[in-house]
């Protein structure tokens, strides 16, 4: 599904290189979970794989295509097979939550029925079992703005997976939200990945979520791969080291 090959990333000069040559395969169906302390580059690794970062060197081939050179049309297409839901929602928080998920079509449309918001009666069914789906059937018609973050977040879960991606990614999902709204979340993630066979990356910084939902642990040290294994796998000693100073 994704195969990460020696990928860089540095954002000014060489001395401030965030990744350091990531080498990271992942197939079909994985729930894997990158965790590591702030800085060390959970979020850098992710936009680079939807190209909302370019890499500085290396490849990262999306089904056997590197995607490093995508440009126009071709880069649009990558990013529709590619899920994201982000730390801050980013919903539009004037619009109603219906409209916020329907905008995970928006990238299969076409211009013309995308600028003139020309939904089908299909993607209106689609945004609806969604809602239902993460049990928000009752605020379709609410403005985002005046949801909780956990209902938020839900939101954003429902938008990423209008688009039908291949590929779901997830950037703390949870970082802003109180434990069981929380579980919540990841509990909806995990059950709506599973249903559709998706592929997840999901970045978190609290192990004990991790642990309890990752089908992978992926651990991140100043840019580097320190594990990578099952959850029952991460020591005590090994989270010691991927969150020391
Ligand atoms: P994490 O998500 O694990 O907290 P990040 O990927 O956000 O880590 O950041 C890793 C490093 O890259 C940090 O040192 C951060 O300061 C740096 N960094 C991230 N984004 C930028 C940017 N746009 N410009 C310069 N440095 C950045
Ligand atoms: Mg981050």
Redesign the pocket.
């Known amino acids: 599904m994704l195969e990460i090959c020696a990928l860089v990333k540095n954002?000014?000069h060489p001395d401030t290189e965030?990744l350091h040559k990531i080498n990271l395969t992942v197939r079909a169906g994985e729930f894997v979970v990158v965790i590591?302390p702030?800085?060390?580059?959970?979020?850098?690794l992710i936009r680079c794989i939807n190209r909302l970062t370019d890499p500085t060197a290396g490849e990262i081939f999306f089904e056997g295509q590197p995607t490093s050179q995508l440009r126009g049309a071709k880069l649009r297409a990558l990013r529709t097979q590619i899920g994201m839901i982000f730390q801050d929602y980013n919903l539009i928080y004037r619009s109603n939550v219906m409209q916020n998920v329907l905008h995970g079509r928006l990238g299969q449309m076409g211009f013309f029925r995308s600028a003139l918001g020309l939904y089908s009666r299909q993607d209106l069914r689609e945004a609806r079992e969604l809602l239902v789906a993460v049990g928000l059937e009752e605020f379709t018609h609410n403005k985002a703005q005046s949801l909780s973050g956990g209902q938020m977040q839900r939101v954003g879960i429902c938008r990423a997976m209008m688009q039908n991606p291949k590929l779901l990614l997830a950037d703390e999902p949870i970082s802003s939200l109180d434990p069981a709204s929380a579980k919540v979340v990841l509990d909806q993630i995990k059950a709506l990945t599973q249903a559709r066979g998706l592929t997840s990356i999901i970045?978190l910084h609290q192990v004990d979520f991790a642990k309890a939902y990752a089908s992978r642990i992926v651990g991140l040290r100043l840019g580097e791969i320190v594990f990578d294994g099952v959850p029952e796998d991460l020591t005590q000693e090994m989270t010691d080291y991927i969150y020391a100073r």
């Not at 702030?38 to 850098?44: A, P, V």
Request: glycine share 24%; aromatic share 8%; charged share 10%.
């Open positions: 954002f000014t965030v590591g702030s800085g060390s580059g959970k979020t850098t970045n």
